[in-house]
């Protein structure tokens, strides 16, 4: 953003320049984005990525499914084409998974998402484990989920399960 005042200080050329820029990014706001599918297969099929490959392709393949769309939906998101291998560390860490590479497989559960059945009827989708408090609504009243916890530390931190 910039003011008025610093506006009417630049000199013409100057003030040419800006509004160029200013133009250019309008234009990129504007255009539509779109993954390019032909790198990111190159990257993803490449032989430098053959044993993440293999690694991430044992997975259960409803989970991979699930990650692959969360994969599409952030490089929407970002407007940019994300090589997997390089975005699915973030993703992990994200759900209290870091250096996934180093674990020798995610098949522990077969997906990310539990659902819950409310014993009045409903259900509700989660990440589960959840890694903070989940707030659920249920016939107008709201109810507060917390993950499971050992118990406070010496530093007062709890420590989830």
Do not use: C
């Amino acid at each position: 953003l910039r003011t008025e005042s610093a506006y009417s200080a630049l000199s013409n050329s100057n003030k040419d320049i800006l509004e160029k820029i200013d133009k250019a990014l309008e234009d990129i706001a504007k255009s539509e984005f779109h993954i390019k599918w032909p790198l990111l297969k190159i990257d993803y099929y490449s032989e430098k990525h053959s044993a993440l490959r293999q690694w991430f392709e044992v997975i259960d393949f409803e989970l991979r499914e699930q990650i692959k769309k969360e994969w599409i939906a952030d490089m929407k998101r970002l407007r940019v084409s994300l090589p997997f291998f390089l975005w699915f560390p973030t993703f992990t860490s994200k759900y209290g998974l870091p250096d996934v590479y180093s674990q020798p497989s995610l098949n522990v559960q077969t997906t990310l998402f539990k659902v819950w059945h409310f014993t009045k009827g409903g259900s509700v989708s989660a990440i589960h484990p959840p890694v903070s408090d989940l707030k659920l609504q249920q016939d107008g009243v709201s109810y507060l989920a917390t993950p499971f916890r050992q118990g406070r530390t010496g530093d007062g931190t709890a420590t989830y399960y």
